[in-house]
């Protein structure tokens, strides 16, 4: 399986800002953002610096998405093309299927400070949907799932230090706390829920040409 194995800390600084990859360390002044500001990696990445406009700027909102997510570029264009032919507006769809993500949701729930660390907890078998173990960071969850992490897993010093955290970070709507370390699907995730930061237009723009 593909997998990006390079500095993350590179990618933020590529698309300008925080893509918070990092967890705490996205907050605290270590981050790279805050050291070396928002120049591109590199030698000479202040000097590469320009406006982009048109495809360029599709391009680095597309790049931005994949990477805030995670995912690689040919699932992220499978995606898309699931997001067209659903109902809707299909830049809104693109970005409800990628909240949905098992490893997004255990992000979003609570579970782990970044998606990264949320993927390695489901591929490593630490989350349950219905008290079942689902290790697929891919399996989009519905309305009426119950996501935890399995009763042996609730002592880990990473998974209980999101856990308490996550209170303060506030969960999205769609989500609900259940008891225990869990959470259930309540709704479907909706517009408002997910970064405003983020042009959707701009990414079906890019495809559509």
Sequence with gaps: ???????????????????????????????????????????????RRKMVVGYGQQLREKQKVKRMYFILEKQFRNYFDKALRQKGVTGENLLFILERRLDNTVYRAGFATSRRQARQLVNHGHVVVNGKKVDIPSFQVRVGDVIG??????TNSHVDAAWQTAAGRGRPSWLTADSGVAVSVSSLPSRQDIDPNINEQLIVELYSK
Aim: glycine share 12%; net charge positive.
């Design 149 to 154: 992490v399995k009763e042996k897993s609730q």
């Design 1 to 47: 399986m593909a997998r990006y194995r390079d500095a993350v800390c590179r990618l933020c600084r590529r698309e300008g800002g925080k893509l918070f990859l990092k967890g705490d360390r996205c907050f605290k002044p270590s981050c790279a953002i805050e050291r070396r500001g928002t120049n591109p990696p590199g030698q000479h990445g202040a000097a």
